[in-house]
């Protein structure tokens, strides 16, 4: 699989799983991401929402399509998953307490202004996701987020809050349904988005980009010893060819596959959202704590 381009899965259609996440559950990697198989909306930079797609591999590398695990809505205007709205960044967490798969994802007004999240479950990986609500978390405005799940098996959504200013670490309830009314803001007024969370031997670690639309920029990590800590941004960990654009992507999410940490990024086509394109590369940590990833025009798997 070329590295920047759109991949296929093992029927040879073109994998769409854009702004997503790869998760391991029982020996099967499953991805999820937003299904922009579609033209765009004439003169415009959107796909109307299909939904989110569910992709499953052995070994990271073949995919087979597995359906939408969350579809939008075709008829009520009122529903967050109206098809005329926004649906981005679905990721997908397990909550061992209730054995089933939460879904969250960013949920907007086609305009971007309202700035909320949706959140689904399902009792088995590939779904069908079944829709819980919509709405702004802590009553803040959220955008580009993610869920990352703490080595005390707690989880965070982490979203850019205050119009990207800030980002929020908001903590949820034990089934991961909700936030729990407790957060930090962190990075404040850094304007970062599309983050991406680690941990490694005693530190925790997020890539993430700057706000400039679809266009491509700089990423840069930060880092912290403590989750909720007072994050500092340190470096572009991008070495390469287009270093000082994430290699033409932006970060979607992070994954840990054989004691290895690998950075999902998208190569975003505005004009032609379909055909956007993926890269997965291998995030090396270095004794001092900085990261480096290293462009490689390749993905094999494992
Ligand atoms: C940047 C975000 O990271 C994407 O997910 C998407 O929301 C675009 N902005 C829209 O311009």
Known sequence: MKNGTIWKDIDGNDIQAHGGCII???????????????????????VDVIGVSCYSSKNLHDWKYEGLALESDKNDPESPLYYKKVLERPKVIYNEKNKNFVLWAHADSADYVYGG?????????????????????????????????????????AHSKDWNKTMNLSR???????????????????????????????????????????????????????????????????RGEKMETTFDGQSAYIFEANDNFYLMLDHWHPNDLKTSGYSILKIDILPDNNLRVNWVDEWKGI
Not at 26 to 44: I, L, Q, S
Not at 140 to 148: G, K, L, P, V
Not at 178 to 189: E, M, N, P, Q, R
């Open 24 to 46: 391991e559950h029982e020996g099967t990697y499953y991805w999820y991401g937003e299904h922009k198989g579609a033209d765009n909306c004439p003169g415009t930079t959107r």
């Open 117 to 157: 999240i949706a959140v689904a479950v399902s009792d088995t990986p590939v779904g069908p996701f079944k829709l819980l609500f919509a709405k702004q978390p802590n009553k803040q405005d959220s955008r580009d987020m993610t869920i990352y799940k703490d080595r005390d098996g707690v989880a965070y959504l």
């Open 172 to 238: 949820l309830n034990d089934d991961y349904t909700d936030v729990d009314g407790f957060y930090v803001s962190i990075l404040i007024d850094q304007e970062r988005e599309a983050p991406a969370f680690f941990w490694h031997e005693g530190m925790y670690y997020m890539i993430s980009s700057g706000c400039t639309g679809w266009d491509p920029n700089q990423a840069l990590f930060a880092r912290c010893e403590h989750f909720l800590g007072k994050w500092k941004l340190i470096d572009n960990p991008c």
